[in-house]
C-alpha cells in the first residue's frame, strides 16, 4: 500500500473507528460506527486526503472541475481535494449541498464553486441515502457528474445503490470496511516476545 494512503487508513483505524451500539442515518443498527469527521477536519489527515480522492479521480480518468455532496460529511474531504488540487497544477474547486433548500436570499441548494463535470462525495457510504440527495440536488441544477467517490465503504450495499442511480459513472470508496477492520485487527493484536 501507498505510504500516504496508509497513514490515512491508520489514522481512520484510530480516530473514526468507534465500537458500540449505534443507530446508522440509513436506519440499521451497527455494532461499529465511523465517525469519519474525526479524521477529515484532523489537520494531518487533510493533504492525506485530498491526496486520495486525488488518485481516485486519476484511476477513474475523471477530471472533476468542482467536488462536494451533502453537507456535512463531504464539506472538509471538498475543501481537501480543493486545496490540494493546487500543487498538481489543475485546480478543483468546492461546493456543499444543503440538506434543505435555503429560506431566504437566492433560495439555494447548492453553495460555493459547482462547476460541471462535478464529483459527488461522502465520508461513509452504508446505504447511499445522503450520496444519492445529493446526486439529485446536483441533478436538478443542470451539472455533469463525472464520479461519486466516499472514503469509507461499509460494504452494506451503498455503492451498488448509488451505481444504479448514476449508470455509467465510476462510483467507488477510497477505503472498504473489511481493509479498515483488518488493521485494527492487526492493531489490536498482541505481539509476540522475542
Excluded at 478543483?92 to 437566492?106: C, D, I, N
Excluded at 445529493?134 to 451539472?143: P, S, T, W, Y
Excluded at 442511480?165 to 481493509?179: C, I, L, M, W
Aim: hydrophobic content about 40%.
Amino acid at each position: 500500500m501507498d505510504p500516504k494512503r496508509l497513514e490515512l487508513a491508520k489514522l481512520l483505524v484510530q480516530r473514526s473507528y468507534i465500537a458500540g451500539d449505534f443507530v446508522l442515518s440509513s436506519g440499521k443498527r451497527s455494532s461499529y460506527y465511523f465517525d469519519c469527521r474525526l479524521t477529515t477536519c484532523f489537520a494531518e489527515a487533510m493533504p492525506l486526503i485530498g491526496e486520495a480522492f486525488l488518485a481516485e479521480f486519476r484511476r477513474a480518468g475523471t477530471n472533476p472541475a468542482s467536488v462536494g455532496g451533502l453537507t456535512m460529511g463531504a464539506d472538509p474531504i471538498a475543501s481537501a481535494i480543493a486545496y490540494c488540487s493546487l500543487a498538481h497544477g489543475r485546480r478543483v474547486q468546492a461546493f456543499t449541498v444543503r440538506k434543505e433548500k435555503k429560506q431566504h436570499g437566492t433560495g439555494k441548494w447548492i453553495e460555493g464553486c459547482a462547476e460541471s463535470p462535478v464529483a459527488i462525495l461522502e465520508d461513509t457510504i452504508t446505504s447511499g441515502g445522503s450520496a444519492l440527495k445529493a446526486i439529485e440536488r446536483v441533478k436538478e441544477e443542470g451539472l455533469r457528474i463525472v464520479q461519486v467517490v466516499a472514503l469509507v465503504d461499509r460494504e452494506e450495499g451503498g455503492l451498488a445503490n448509488i451505481q444504479a442511480a448514476v449508470p455509467g459513472v465510476p462510483v467507488s470508496a477510497v477505503f472498504g470496511r473489511g481493509e479498515l477492520e483488518r488493521m485494527r485487527e492487526e492493531a489490536e493484536r498482541p505481539r509476540g516476545i522475542s
